[in-house]
């Protein structure tokens, strides 16, 4: 047995289907959690809980700076981004735009050593603090075009913590999902039971076994729609661990701003039984 914190991943292939509802109800049910709202294009998870920003910090990415006492404008460093980041008109000198990611190839490819870097403002990182609950809100700055350093750096604040973590993660299977997931012990996906849950829930199962992370699936509103889940969790090996009914008292609840842990004792059961399965197969 091992009592190094734990941390969950709550996520979905698909926007909308109760996702945020099971980080909070986490939140509010299993004591001594933190929060980690790694949806930093949409973050919710704080309004959900009643939580205030308490203090923040900005994250920064480099971002190339020219020195053209020292360019001679071969072009070496426009060829080597992979981004199309660098622009270069005629014989201007190169010059970033927005989809710069930071990554550094143009600084090393660089023949006269003109390339420096400095610090770009991308987003930033708030701790929330109400109703005895502590949440990492990560926020990208509007514009800005790659979220995953805002999402690393939300995780890695509330990794700092050594305690039992919750992550919310982006919708989607793409980088942004992968990037909140890959540190968790344990990935929970949320679904519901529609062809378009089942055909995202493909999608995220396959992103979770490439990244060979034990998982469980949560059915939310369990009693529309006639996909079945049971099915493609079996495909995958990945367990259906609760099933929930629609409800339009939890949902009117909800729509007031109360996690449905916080009110209903069937919400409150799956999510204690989620965290101790997760204990489980972690061997905490
Ligand atoms: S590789 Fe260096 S010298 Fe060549 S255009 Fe880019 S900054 Fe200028
Ligand atoms: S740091 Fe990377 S993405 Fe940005 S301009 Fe240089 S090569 Fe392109």
Redesign the pocket.
Known sequence: MSDRPLAIAVASGKGGTGKTCVAASLLVTVPGLIGADADVEEPNLSILLGAEPYESSLVET???IIDQDRCDRCGE?VK???????NMFGDSFPA?ND?????????MVCPKNA?T?TGKPIGEIRLCRGNGLNIFEGRLHVGMPNPVPVIHATVEAAMAEKRNLVIDCPPGTSCPMVAAVRRADMVVLVTEPTPFGAADLDLALQVIRNLNKPAMIVINRADLGGADIDSLGRRYSVPVAARLPFSRSIAESYARGNPPASMDPQWKEAMLSIWESTERMSGN
């Open positions: 480099p971002l190339p460093c080597a981004c992979r981004f199309g980041a660098l970033p989809l710069c990611h930071g990554c550094g190839v143009c600084s390339i870097e």
